[in-house]
T-cell receptor, first 118, second 112 residues
């Protein structure tokens, strides 16, 4: 089945450590996204990538880094510079083909990774 | 002021009730409107979408957009316990998903 796989599902980190969240998709989608979800805040865009080897900052990119070396993979690193990293992180993907077919911004999400800083 | 406001709830209703979920927004350029449903500890999934103003119906779900009032609604008829989830509105001015703005989400519980 096609979909997005995020790992790990739960992650604990000590202050001052960098951690990397994995996101892999087998949907052949061109674009991939990272969102952060906090209670009462909705989803906020961290980074997005429309093609391999290219990515753009979203609304809350500070303290995060990404890479897009392969179409299928878009890992997110939460660095020690992120002041409040405890959150639920969601990876998503989309395709221009889906946009044209649906006429809408169709995002497919992974199941999320919950990061807790101890 | 947030671009998109959504009452976070929680909202609890009996099974079979009609549920109304709402979002208001401030950016008059928004013209693509979506509703995502998110079950506990899962990622959101697209439920419905509309372009510009008007109504759209899909089974027990109806999405309504009133651009003059900058207000969108999702109605659920004959609500079921399986509808218990968090509902997120999302909108954008362009068709590209990178410009989506999400509401805070409303947590809904349907009681048997």
């Amino acid at each position: 089945d096609g979909g997005i796989t995020q790992s790990p599902k739960y992650l604990f980190r000590k202050e001052g450590q960098n951690v990397t969240l994995s996101c892999e998709q087998n949907l052949n989608h061109d674009a991939m996204y990272w969102y952060r979800q906090d209670p009462g805040q909705g989803l906020r865009l961290i980074y997005y990538s429309q093609i391999v080897n290219d990515f753009q900052k979203g609304d809350i990119a500070e303290g995060y880094s990404v890479s897009r070396e392969k179409k299928e993979s878009f890992p997110l690193t939460v660095t020690s510079a992120q002041k409040n990293p405890t959150a639920f992180y969601l990876c998503a993907s989309s395709s221009p083909v889906l946009f044209r077919a649906a006429g809408a911004n169709v995002l497919t999400f992974g199941a999320g990774s919950r990061l807790t800083v101890l | 002021q947030k671009e998109v406001e959504q009452d976070p709830g929680p909202l609890s209703v009996p099974e079979g009730a009609i549920v109304s979920l709402n979002c208001t927004y401030s950016n008059s350029a928004f013209q693509y409107f979506m509703w995502y449903r998110q079950y506990s500890r899962k990622g959101p999934e697209l439920l419905m979408y509309t372009y510009s103003s008007g109504n759209k119906e899909d089974g027990r779900f109806t999405a309504q957009v009133d651009k003059s009032s900058k207000y969108i609604s999702l109605f659920i008829r004959d609500s079921q316990p399986s509808d218990s989830a968090t509902y997120l509105c999302a909108m954008s001015a362009t068709q590209g998903a990178q410009k989506l703005v999400f509401g805070q989400g409303t947590r809904l519980t349907i009681n048997p």
